[in-house]
């Protein structure tokens, strides 16, 4: 018998996409060959965006058994878990924070696998060589993020620092109807929903758009919406508009437009991914200032949709405790990270054993305070 080989692989091509999907666990639309082999065709992650790949693979003789998406990373942007301040205090130490090694999904913070394997025995495999990967290269870090949460216990026994956040997910338990849902929440909160929903549709109408029906000019519009926000809000879009149409010839059966219309104008919209029973939530943007748009467009249609398709979850994307208050309870995350200078990996430690304990104690406090639902509900 041969031992396993690994390999780093500079595009997701050389892995290919038959030996990348058959690695899968589930449904997850961003860990998919045709999602991450997008962003690199049309230049959202290469050397120049910061997010050079490195994607590793396992090997037993030519037979993929196990894969991972690594990125080496030259900035802490689009990760959506924060380490900057880890950064600045390492190099004022007078270390070299970056380089460092990435294992998530570029600029989506939805949680789904990263230890790519068939077998406990393989994903550990993977998560040492990450980890070797990290020393041999004199890399200052290794960080996993948005990972399954069996696979950030695993990290744990790896001896990884463990970091928790959370984010707020619209449970369906198998409402029949929106209505059915407003009735599960106390008074108040119902009559306030059914408020925003009315003053906004009184103003625009709404149209879902998927699979075939979706066309460029779809995409064109959905892009200007995106590029609206950025420019008001961060800057250049980490996503290319090649990106959409590349993602879009790939899996258009997976993606979810939603737009709201001013008679025939399309003014704003949002897109959104289908992963199983899963509908995430992603990009959104508006020509136009409109009370309760936004909520209207990435949260209550989306909610709408996964009722009537019999959807158990929608995941919204990060921050937003405003999600709260209109039916989106709050659900762990997780990343975990390597360290090689113990002088910084201590302090970190002592600050994310603290952290833990502070989100689980914010979290329990939101649902006992907060929530929108009635008692006991």
């Known amino acids: 018998m041969t031992s396993p080989t690994l390999s780093l692989h500079d595009r997701i091509s050389d892995i290919g996409e038959a030996a990348w999907d058959a690695l899968l666990p589930d449904q ?57 301040a880890w950064a600045r205090a390492y190099e004022q130490a007078g270390g070299d924070y970056y380089p460092k090694l990435q294992s998530s ?18 994903r550990q495999a993977l998560l040492n060589a990450a980890m070797r990967v990290c020393d041999q290269n004199r890399l200052s870090s290794l960080h996993i993020t948005f990972p399954l949460e069996e696979e950030w ?23 029949g109807s929106f209505e059915d849902f407003l009735a599960a929440l106390s008074s108040n909160r119902r009559k306030v929903i059914r408020r925003e929903r009315r003053d906004v549709q009184a103003q625009l109408s709404f149209r879902l758009i998927t699979g075939k029906d979706i066309t460029e000019t779809h995409l064109d519009e959905m892009y200007a919406f995106i590029r609206n926000t950025y420019d ?41 991914f289908i992963g199983g029973d899963i509908l995430y939530g992603r990009q959104w943007g508006a020509t136009v200032d409109v009370p309760f748009l936004h909520f209207e467009v ?55 054993e603290r952290e833990r304990v502070a989100v689980v104690e914010q979290m329990e406090l939101m649902e006992a305070e907060a929530s929108p639902f009635k008692k006991g509900e």
Request: hydrophobic fraction near 40%; include cysteine; glycine fraction near 8%.
């Open 28 to 84: 997850n639309p961003f860990t998919t060959f045709a999602y991450l082999e997008a962003l690199e065709s049309t230049g959202c992650v290469g050397e120049e965006s910061g997010w050079q790949p490195a994607h590793l693979a396992l090997r037993d003789g030519d037979a993929v058994i196990g894969a991972m998406p690594l990125y080496i990373k030259y900035h802490s942007m689009g990760e959506y878990v924060f380490d900057h």
């Open 105 to 122: 999904i570029p600029f989506t913070p939805v949680t789904g696998p990263r230890l790519l394997a068939k077998d406990v025995a393989t």
């Open 298 to 352: 990435c949260y209550y249609q989306a909610m709408d949709y996964a009722i009537a398709h019999g959807l158990r979850r929608v995941e919204a994307g990060t921050q937003g405790e405003h999600k709260l208050m209109r039916g989106y309870l709050p659900h762990p995350v997780y990343s975990a990270h390597y360290i090689r200078d113990a002088r910084l990996r201590r302090p970190v430690a002592d600050y994310l």
């Open 232 to 272: 008001r809000k961060w800057g250049q879009p980490y996503l290319t508009r090649a990106f959409f149409s590349s993602v879009t010839e790939r899996m258009r059966d997976r993606i979810l437009l939603v737009f709201a219309y001013d008679g025939d104008q399309a003014v704003a919209g949002a897109i959104n």
């Open 153 to 175: 216990l695993s990290a744990g026994e790896q001896n990884m620092l463990l970091r928790q956040d959370q984010q707020f997910w619209f449970d369906n338990p198998g409402y």
